[in-house]
Structures are given as C-alpha cells and as structure tokens.
C-alpha cells in the first residue's frame, strides 16, 4: 500500500469516502456499491486494499454482502437519518492541519458550525494540507460536498480553485474575487483605538500570529511607524518580554491575543498600569476566562456565521445571489479585569 503524501488521504479512505458518499445520498434505501474490482481500477490501487476498507464498513454495520448478488448500503446504519437530502458542507478552519486550535479560531469553528447545522447542513471537516490546484481538487473530490465554507483560510488560491467544484464561502478579514464573502472590518473602529493611544508611541510583538493583515493596513498610520519587539526564536518568551519592559517601556503595546495573559501578568510583576502608563492591546479577543487587562478587538463571529449559514441556505434553495461582499464592523473593547 502507497504510503499517502502531503495533502493526501489513505488509499483505504478514498475508498471508504466513496462508499460513504453512496450511503449518504441513498436517502434510506439499499444501493448495490461496484464490485471490488471496479473500485481497485477505478482508485488505481490494489484489490487486498479495497476488500480491507469494505471489510472494515461491513463489520461497522454499513455494508451488506448477499452471497452472489453483490454489496449492498445498508439502509439502517445510522448515518442515513432522514429520507430527504441534507445538505453536505465543507467547513476548513485555518490550514486545515493545524496541531491546535485556540480560542479564537475554536469560537469560529464552534459559531459555524452551529449557525450550518440550525439551517439542516451537516458538516464535513477539511483537513488536508497542501494548496496546489490538484492537491485542492483531490480533497474536495474525495471529500464529497455540496458546498464549501472556510474560516480564515489565508490562502487565496485553494478558495478560487475551490470555487470551480463547489459554492464557497469565505468567513474572514480579506475578500477573495468569485467567492461569497463575510467580512471582518477595522474601518469603523479606527477612530476609538486612535483615541485611545491619544498619540502614544506603539509598539508591537513580532509573533507569527500577528501578520500584516487587514488591521494592520487600516491602522498602518500608526502601527507602520510602530518599533517591533523582536520574536523570541529560542528560549523562554516571557523571558524576552520581561527584559524589553525593563529596558525599553513604550506607551503602547500590541500583543498576539495568546500572549495577552502572559504579558498582563508581566505588567502586574513589573507594577506597570495597562491603562496609563503603557497600553496593552491585544490584536483579538483573548479568551474570557484568562487574566487580562487592556484593549482588543472583537469579531463578530456570530453574526458573520449566522449570516453566511442563511446564504448558504438560500443557495441550495436555488434562490442565492451572486457573490457579493458582506461587511462587519469590529469592535474595539476595553477590558478592566
């Protein structure tokens, strides 16, 4: 058996896919699936390969073999719920392949998620990497969707040759020409985050969380001129922080929403007051249950996912738009405690 690459699923998978793929779209009835020989030349792989995955379904309740006739879906498996078609939609977060998922980007996935499913979608998650146009074309090939929605997906690329195959919907700060966009804006928010540096010198934490992304075109007037906290490669990163506080105190600083507790607790340390004498900003939300005290800003997750799952509705009615942009505002908030 070929060992998969990058961006690639198991021989075994594509073919259990497949036959998923069948069962799903059934509706409740029983479909003779190809005979195992036409599944091995049809994924160009080895018989022993396909007699393993359709063993393995059998024993999990999903085929059923009639000795000389053939195998069959088996209607009662509990995949198959309902005798109409429900919609099956794509969701990729990120990368798709990340090794964790903090808070912000599991508040998306756990808000799209929910908004898709209240609308009677169910959910596949996408989590092969590699963007080549193949290596996008093989996933949602054997992946099977109706349709599309990625959350954050900064790649350009992958989401126009998605489009090709299926309706996509990009939830995030960047619009991609072609695609159904719901976006996240700093524009109205300018304003109150300036007023609040009130024309302090900024500076900001070098973090590979913190890229020159829409924020930081927005407020490039006052973040390009910003001195950078050099990115701690080695070593302890609070460490790095400590020792830029001690030795050089801006007036304003912006974090990586995942270094904002680390970093509030270094201003409780060093007695420094995250209002007054430097204000700390963390580029998004941090979660709720952690110490922090300072700025962010927040998305509006659920008014994007709720709005972006009632497009997608409308477009398996057949009724959607074409694509078109929708905006939303984020919120700059100040946290006391």
Not at 288 to 316: D, H, W
Request: hydrophobic letters at 40%.
């Amino acid at each position: 058996m070929r060992k998969p690459g990058n961006g690639e699923i198991s021989e075994v998978l594509k073919v259990r896919h497949f036959v998923m793929n069948i069962l799903y779209r059934s509706r409740g009835c029983s479909v003779m699936i190809p005979t195992i020989q036409a599944l091995a030349e049809q994924f160009g792989i080895a018989r022993s390969t396909v007699q393993l995955a359709l063993k393995d379904m059998s024993e999990q309740g999903y085929l059923i073999g009639r000795p000389g006739i053939g195998t069959f879906t088996n209607p009662r498996s509990s995949i198959v719920a309902d005798d109409r078609l429900i919609p099956l939609v794509g969701l990729k977060i990120n990368a798709g392949d990340l090794f964790y998922y903090g808070y912000h980007l599991m508040r998306l996935t756990s808000e799209l998620g929910l908004a898709l499913t209240e609308w009677n979608c169910n959910l596949r998650f996408l989590n092969q990497s590699g963007n080549k146009p193949e290596t996008v074309r093989r996933e949602l090939e054997h992946a099977y969707i109706d349709a599309l929605v990625a959350g954050f997906v900064n790649n350009p690329e992958y989401l126009r040759e998605a489009a090709e195959l299926v309706p996509v919907i990009n939830v995030n700060d960047v619009p991609v020409p072609g695609v159904h966009n719901f976006l996240f804006d700093y524009t109205a928010c300018r304003r109150k985050f300036l007023d609040y540096l009130g024309g302090r010198e900024c500076c900001i934490a070098e973090h590979s969380g913190v890229s020159e992304r829409q924020l930081y075109h927005v407020l490039h007037e006052v973040l390009s001129r910003c001195e950078r906290v050099p990115e701690v490669e080695q070593g302890d990163p609070r460490v790095a922080f400590r020792e830029f506080l001690l030795h050089r105190r801006p007036r304003a600083l912006v974090v990586y929403y995942q270094q904002a507790a680390m970093v509030t607790e270094l201003f409780d340390e060093l007695k420094i007051d995250p209002f007054e004498e430097c204000c700390l900003i963390a580029d998004k939300e941090p979660p709720p249950k952690v110490s922090f005290r300072g700025a962010f800003f927040r998305l509006p997750m659920r008014a994007a996912a709720e709005q972006a799952a009632e497009r997608m509705a409308a477009i398996f009615a057949g009724n959607s738009p074409a694509p078109r942009d929708v905006v939303f505002e984020t919120e700059f908030v100040i946290r006391e405690k």
